[in-house]
T-cell receptor, first 112, second 113 residues
Framework: SQTIHQWPATLVQPVGSPLSLECTVE??????LYWYRQAAGRGLQLLFY??????ISSEVPQNLSASRPQDRQFILSSKKLLLSDSGFYLC???????????FGPGTRLTVT | GQNIDQPTEMTATEGAIVQINCTYQ??????LFWYQQHAGEAPTFLSY??LDGLEEKGRFSSFLSRSKGYSYLLLKELQMKDSASYLC??????????????WGLGTSLAVNP
């Protein structure tokens, strides 16, 4: 069966510090991968998606970046965090043959 | 533009039936999803509709009318554990055959004993 992992589960970082969130998927190959952010009182905002290794599409201009160094690994990064980067970060995947997206457990980021 | 509307909050009683509505104005419609999200947790998939009509899955059913830009999620025999946020999402087709999910803000359902 397929499993999606995210870490860390929670993170408190000062403004201006770097960020690295990792997501891995097990039990499948060549998944589509997504990074979302859910801020308090707001809907899910798609940040990046990837259809393959090294292929990243950005949805919203911001100080975040994403990379996909391996087929089942997706990384979200920032060089300098802003207060507005606080939120619940969710990684999701869907197999090429399926419609629904499956979400990882999420990382709750608080920027202080 | 792309827009999805859902009620912000709803309240219902244990054992009852509740209907959560979702209206959308999008271009390139390619399916509608319902997800359940408990507080502090990730969303989990509930249902998918791409054709008009009702899809039933246990206590949950989802309906779609593409001509009206309307869907609803029907929850029967409500249980306390159904207290959660219910997210409506529309998949749209974009240039280059890319697909994207547009998400509503969610409906927070409180089930009371």
């Amino acid at each position: 069966s397929q499993t999606i992992h995210q870490w860390p589960a929670t993170l408190v970082q000062p403004v201006g510090s770097p960020l690295s969130l990792e997501c891995t998927v097990e039990g499948t190959s060549n998944p589509n991968l997504y990074w979302y952010r859910q801020a308090a009182g707001r809907g899910l905002q798609l940040l990046f998606y990837s259809v393959g290794i090294g292929q990243i599409s950005s949805e919203v201009p911001q100080n975040l970046s994403a990379s996909r160094p391996q087929d089942r690994q997706f990384i979200l990064s920032s060089k300098k965090l802003l207060l507005s980067d606080s939120g619940f970060y969710l990684c999701a995947w869907n197999p090429m043959s399926s419609y629904e997206q499956y979400f990882g457990p999420g990382t709750r980021l608080t920027v202080t | 533009g792309q827009n999805i509307d859902q009620p912000t909050e709803m309240t219902a009683t244990e054992g009852a039936i509740v209907q959560i509505n979702c209206t959308y104005q999008t271009s390139g419609f390619n399916g509608l999803f319902w997800y359940q999200q408990h507080a502090g947790e990730a969303p989990t998939f509930l249902s998918y509709n791409v054709l008009d009509g009702l899809e039933e899955k246990g206590r949950f059913s989802s309906f779609l009318s593409r001509s009206k830009g309307y869907s609803y999620l029907l929850l029967k025999e409500l249980q306390m554990k159904d207290s959660a946020s219910y997210l409506c999402a529309v998949r749209v087709l974009r240039a280059g055959n890319n697909r994207k999910l547009i998400w509503g803000l969610g409906t927070s359902l409180a089930v009371n004993p």
